[in-house]
């Protein structure tokens, strides 16, 4: 076999190897999309598309600093959409930046920026972890941690 094509050939082996699976783009924005959905629920106060999100036995956990030392509360996310369904008031809208998606096969992460605005006023900011598994054609979230901080210049 003469050495060029031989070595193309190997090089497209090697690029083939070690690129990514090709689906992994539009789970991508499939899992991203589900985050999306999240808050878009939470906006209009649609508690059945969020529970839709979730999965049976899936679990908040949030990170408090305010007044003190930070502080871990653990939550069933039922308890937080009914919450946000029996609200009033200018609803919560809470708004991402710059998401990072990592996935294997069907498990995934986001991780990204956040502000939580009541209205017009900045209400705290954080980081969003999220934990999705994808269980048939859907991407479900099994787990959310959040930071919350109170000192944040608004990114929007």
């Known amino acids: 076999m003469p050495r060029i094509p031989f070595l193309a050939a190997a090089a497209a082996l090697a690029l083939l190897a070690f690129a990514p699976p090709?689906?992994?783009?539009?789970d991508e924005q499939?899992?991203?999309?589900a985050v999306i959905k999240l808050f878009d629920g939470m906006r209009a106060r649609d508690t059945a598309l969020m529970r839709s999100l979730f999965v049976p036995d899936a679990r908040m956990v949030g990170i408090a600093t305010r007044n003190g030392p930070p502080k871990v509360q653990f939550m069933d996310p039922r308890v937080w959409?009914?919450?946000v369904g029996r609200g009033t008031g200018p609803g919560a809208d809470e708004r991402i930046f710059d998401p990072v998606v990592q996935v294997d096969d069907n498990i995934a992460q986001v991780w990204t920026y956040y502000e939580l605005w009541v209205g017009t006023r900045l209400n705290h900011c954080g980081y969003d972890a999220f934990f999705l598994v994808k269980?048939?054609?859907d991407w479900k979230i099994a787990q959310v941690a959040d930071s919350r901080r109170t000192n944040c210049p608004p990114r929007s």
């Open 30 to 33: 499939a899992i991203v999309k």
């Open 22 to 26: 090709a689906r992994a783009q539009g």
């Open 81 to 83: 959409i009914g919450s």
């Open 135 to 137: 269980l048939a054609d």
